[in-house]
């Protein structure tokens, strides 16, 4: 497998290794901004989970350590600035997010456009053979299919990264939304 791959990339041309590049970068910032916001999210939502069933259980008193908390103290709140605070609180949260949509969306097309160069360069190299044969063609189609396949496999991930990390998002909103509930019918 190592072998085919590095027999791949020395008789790639310099458009389908920057594309292999390009891709490979997106697939790690991908796998590094999934990790980092799912850690960083599923640590706030069990905090913010906590914090809303200490107001389910009849406390009353904002905890400072709450995300809402940051934002309201127990002297002076009010819907405005618990809706501000909701705001500022899901917008923090969701920073650096827009990346895995822009990963999922944009890698099939850097891959295709790998795909279409190295067509078209297999095309220009056919060019001046009076006589070519599938057999001939085959190899060096499927190996410009790699840059498309290498696409489609980022935006997998990148999309159902995008995906998760949206839902952690709805989990907290819930949770902020609740909290900001509780504490205006306690007014």
Same mark, same amino acid.
């Given at each position: 497998?190592?072998?085919?791959?590095?027999?791949?990339?020395?008789?790639?041309t310099v458009i389908t290794i920057g594309v292999l590049f390009l891709l490979s970068l997106y697939l790690i910032l991908s796998i590094w901004i999934f990790m980092y916001k799912y850690i960083r999210l599923s640590n706030i939502i069990s905090n913010e989970k906590n914090h809303l069933q200490h107001f389910l259980s009849g406390d009353s008193r904002i905890n400072p350590l709450s995300q809402i908390g940051q934002y309201v103290s127990n002297d002076h709140v009010n819907r405005e600035l618990l809706d501000v605070s909701h705001i500022v609180i899901i917008k923090e949260a969701s920073k650096g997010l827009y990346w895995q949509s822009i990963f999922a969306s944009t890698a099939p097309?850097?891959?295709l456009f790998g795909t279409v160069v190295g067509i078209l360069e297999s095309f220009a190299a056919f060019a001046g053979v009076s006589k070519v044969?599938? /057999? &001939?063609? @085959?190899?060096?189609?499927?190996?410009?299919?790699? /840059? &498309?396949? @290498?696409g489609i496999f980022v935006a997998t991930f990148a999309y159902t990264f995008h995906q998760i990390l949206t839902h952690k998002l709805y989990i907290?909103?819930?949770h902020i939304k609740s909290?900001?509930?509780?504490i205006l019918s306690r007014m």
């Open positions: 497998m190592l072998d085919t791959l590095l027999n791949y990339l020395s008789g790639g097309f850097i891959g044969s599938f /057999a &001939t063609i @085959a190899p060096v189609i499927s190996e410009a299919l790699v /840059a &498309t396949a @290498a907290l909103d819930t909290q900001a509930k509780i």
